[in-house]
């Protein structure tokens, strides 16, 4: 599909980007050669720390529609640059208007959690399926409590009451997710643990999840909706609450099975992490460079939409969702139905 373009990542400090006619030219002082990326290919620039645009490229890709967004080492965001505002007004008025609307907003983010809880027990039946003894019980068990999760979504009567599900929930799913390592004592995995995360799969959820969220507000800018004005997460300033809404459904699938998946298949190592003072712990330049490798990878595996009846790369998903949520605000769609998988 012609939509289905290419994100350039850029990790190692030093290197400045520069337009080059139509292209980018990525240098760095300690590296030879001149590499030249055709703009026309490129659907957005994702800089860390350290990496350094000239005016002239950034101009360009205001211009193209093209945004770029910096990220720190751990994939925490930092900025992001657009041009100008697209799409139409009327959609983002009924964006407002159905985030003001009690009912509307109950049922979009119960949809939208639903299509999480769905999801996450999705991972563990499949992770059972390959295993046996002590982890495939424990595993059937906890695809069980997901199944009791979700059904508590059907009595919930506000917002509010949908966050509450939603943290048990992934209480309960991530309490499971030593039985999804092949060597947990390996990976000290127990739990969820953020800011700073204090283990390997901690570190590589959180980085993962920046990647998702750089993907997820790229789509909802691209359809025109506002990404800061969302139906589940509060709205405050210079927090994202769509975007994180709509992460919410692709976060099993698409960020934890690829990191499981790594850990069990060793695709990384213990020396790709670096733990720190303060215990937590952080790719190195070489474990990010792989992780990037791998998340570019999977972005091009083709999955089921049950909606759509065909299948769809895992970088269009969230532009698939993103305008099906604006056909719902529009009123094109009754209902806005999770993106999910059996």
Same mark, same amino acid.
């Given at each position: ?25 990525? &240098? ?81 983010? =119960? ?138 459904? &692709? ?21 790709? &992490? ?45 532009? =698939? ?19 999910? =998988?059996?």
């Amino acid at each position: 599909m012609t939509e289905l373009l290419n994100t350039l990542y850029v990790q190692t400090p030093g290197t400045s980007l520069h337009l080059d006619g139509d292209t980018v030219r990525v &240098f760095h002082p300690d590296q030879t050669g001149r590499r030249l990326l055709p703009l026309v290919r490129l659907d957005h620039l994702v800089l860390f720390t350290g990496v350094t645009p000239t005016d002239d490229l950034l101009l360009r890709c205001a211009d193209d529609g093209r945004s770029v967004s910096w990220l720190t080492g751990s994939g925490r965001f930092r900025a992001r640059i657009v041009g100008p505002i697209s799409g139409n007004p009327l959609l983002r008025q009924a964006q407002h208007r159905a985030a003001d609307a009690v009912d509307q907003r109950l049922q979009l983010a =119960v949809s939208m959690i639903a299509g999480k809880i769905h999801n996450s027990r999705q991972v563990l039946l499949r992770a059972a399926r390959d295993t046996s003894g002590h982890r495939q019980t424990a595993l059937r068990a906890s695809a069980e409590l997901m199944a009791e999760r979700l059904a508590l979504l059907s009595n919930v009567a506000s917002a509010n009451e949908v966050l509450g599900v939603e943290g048990i929930a992934a209480r309960d799913y991530f309490a499971a997710m030593p039985y999804l390592l092949t060597n947990s004592s390996e990976w000290n995995a127990s739990g969820r643990t953020k800011r700073p995360p204090t283990d390997p799969l901690n570190c590589l959820l959180s980085f993962l999840y920046g990647m998702l969220r750089v993907s997820v507000q790229g789509a909802l800018e691209q359809v025109g909706l506002d990404p800061y004005i969302g139906f589940l997460h509060g709205v405050r300033p210079g927090k994202p609450a769509l975007a994180l809404d709509l992460m919410e459904e &692709f976060r099993p699938l698409l960020t934890d099975r690829l990191a499981i998946t790594m850990l069990n298949r060793r695709e990384v190592a213990r020396n790709d &992490f670096e733990q720190l003072p303060n215990s937590g712990y952080r790719l190195t330049d070489l474990g990010r460079k792989t992780v990037l490798q791998a998340w570019q990878q999977s972005r091009q595996r083709n999955w089921r939409h049950a909606q759509l009846n065909r299948d769809v790369p895992a970088a269009l998903l969230p532009l =698939v969702q993103a305008r099906l949520l604006a056909r719902h605000l529009r009123g094109d769609l009754d209902t806005y139905q999770p993106w999910t =998988v059996n």
